[in-house]
């Protein structure tokens, strides 16, 4: 993609804050933020994350431009010592994220923020923005591709995403989580993700007859020839027009595709034109299916003997249509005063949204007899775990419901991204992601991955952590 200057594209309010933390001394007192969401989209049982290395690239980008200075001064709100500060402005936090590809819980902080106040009060929008869309779609490719139970699952979605932005990126999501490409060419280009597909129905109609159609299209693409089948009529002319084009296709010495579907009861039509292809003497042409899938439809199909062999699911992926937001949140959870990072909460009549204080890490217990991920840990910052010694879990939703751990091997989430301002880290490549996620997505059990009533995954928090979180209930200040 082109560099463009996004440094702007924040919420107002993070930059009256920074004015006003700078006004009033507290500009570049050391802070904490936790970035986390607080329920799976879909009441899944799993969330994927992504979108890290945008962020990444966001951050090193940042500089305040000129034109970008007089627009604010513009607003006349905002003091000369802060508009200075601005044109100065280098980034000088460390941050540390869980890797794209890894799967994520409700509360786990995703990505952590420390360093001036300012600044890392400044990240918030865009790291949300990033974070939230990518992971969401990430997700939603996930329980897809599960759901399609080892048939290839292709992203089509380009013309139904929210904004080009949303497809680019909404494409490289749905290839973390499983996808295996994309009908958006620039995703290809720009990041290496597959690009894929075949015709429109509009081809079928540019020829006099549909068997033309075909014809010219095997001309041109005659070891990839894929024909959509489902223009006037799939059964009596789509599939009977097909088999004379790929008869004609083999006497040349090529070897057909197959044929997709895009309309209609795809479960009845499917053993149709699989019994049609087959007697043929085309068994290994694939049917590849398209039209308004999600993971519910792709199971039922699949459950009513639909003969399948790859998807193309475009709206209900693309946006997550069944529902469009993640809802990660980005929270102060300590504050500097006098040299000291002092933890702090957030209250509210809404349980959901009090939050859990202080610096931590997040860490993920591994059974080592089965290689299964069995519990998630947040602790205070710099504490550790002794993988030799019993470790009891407890469910913080329900306190009766503990797991006591043995035999298993803690290993740390985050990992550092940037050291005082200096990225530290190496994004991989999103084909490197996509092997990643589905290695860690096997680590968790099959109840924790179904997609009615999943098995509540358990997030605990240290002792200390929670005395520190239920001294601040009881203590803090209103």
């Not at 075909?214 to 089948?229: K, Q």
Request: charge should be negative; proline fraction near 4%.
């Amino acid at each position: 993609m082109n560099e463009r200057n996004l440094t702007l594209l924040t919420d107002f309010y993070e930059l009256t804050m920074g004015n006003g933390y700078l006004e009033n001394g507290i500009g570049d007192n050391i802070c904490c933020f936790d970035l986390y969401f607080r329920k799976v989209p879909d009441n899944g049982g799993f969330a994927v994350m992504c979108g890290l290395e945008q962020a990444i690239e966001y951050i090193r980008g940042l500089r305040f431009s000129d034109e970008d200075i007089e627009f604010l001064r513009g607003k006349k709100i905002f003091s000369e010592g802060f508009l200075s500060y601005l044109r100065d402005f280098r980034f000088s936090c460390d941050v540390w994220a869980v890797p794209e590809g890894t799967p994520v819980f409700p509360n786990e902080p995703l990505v952590t923020v420390r360093g001036p106040a300012i600044q890392a009060q400044f990240v918030e929008t865009m790291l949300l923005l990033c974070i939230n869309h990518q992971s969401l779609i990430a997700t939603k490719a996930a329980r897809i591709v599960k759901a399609a139970e080892g048939r290839p699952v292709m992203e089509f979605g380009s013309r139904r995403a929210q904004g080009f932005d949303g497809a680019v990126y909404g494409a490289r999501a749905a290839y973390i989580g499983g996808c295996c490409g994309t009908a958006c060419a620039i995703s290809d280009r720009d990041m290496g993700i597959p690009a894929l597909g075949t015709m429109a129905h509009s081809w079928i109609q540019m020829f006099d007859t549909e068997l033309d159609a075909f014809r010219a299209y095997a001309s041109c693409y005659p070891d990839s020839c894929t024909l959509l089948v489902d223009t006037y009529n799939v059964l009596k002319s789509g599939v009977p027009n097909a088999i004379t084009v790929f008869k004609e296709l083999v006497e040349k010495g090529h070897k057909p595709a197959g044929i997709r579907i895009d309309s209609g009861d795809i479960t009845y039509l499917t053993k149709k034109a699989r019994k049609m292809l087959d007697e043929a003497g085309f068994p290994d042409a694939k049917i590849c299916i398209s039209n308004s899938l999600d993971e519910y439809i792709i199971q039922d199909i699949l459950r009513q003997g639909a003969r399948v062999d790859t998807f193309g699911v475009g709206e209900r992926l693309i946006t997550s249509r069944s529902e469009p937001v993640f809802g990660g949140v980005y929270k102060l959870v300590a504050a500097e005063k006098d040299g000291v990072l002092i933890p702090k909460i957030k209250l509210s009549e809404n349980v959901t949204k009090i939050t859990t204080p202080d610096f931590k890490e997040l860490w993920r217990f591994y059974d080592n007899s089965t290689g299964k991920a069995i519990a998630d840990l947040l602790t205070c910052f710099g504490e550790e775990i002794d993988p030799n010694a019993p470790y009891t879990i407890f469910d913080p939703e329900h306190p009766y419901k503990k797991k006591t751990l043995t035999d298993f091997t803690a290993k740390k989430l985050q990992v550092e991204i940037f050291r005082k301002g200096e990225c530290v880290y190496t994004s991989p490549s999103a084909t490197e992601i996509r092997t990643f996620c589905a290695a860690q997505l096997d680590t968790l059990w099959d109840e924790v991955k179904r997609f009615e009533n999943p098995h509540e995954y358990y997030v605990d928090l240290s002792e200390k952590l929670w005395e520190k979180k239920n001294r601040l209930l009881s203590d803090v200040c209103v």
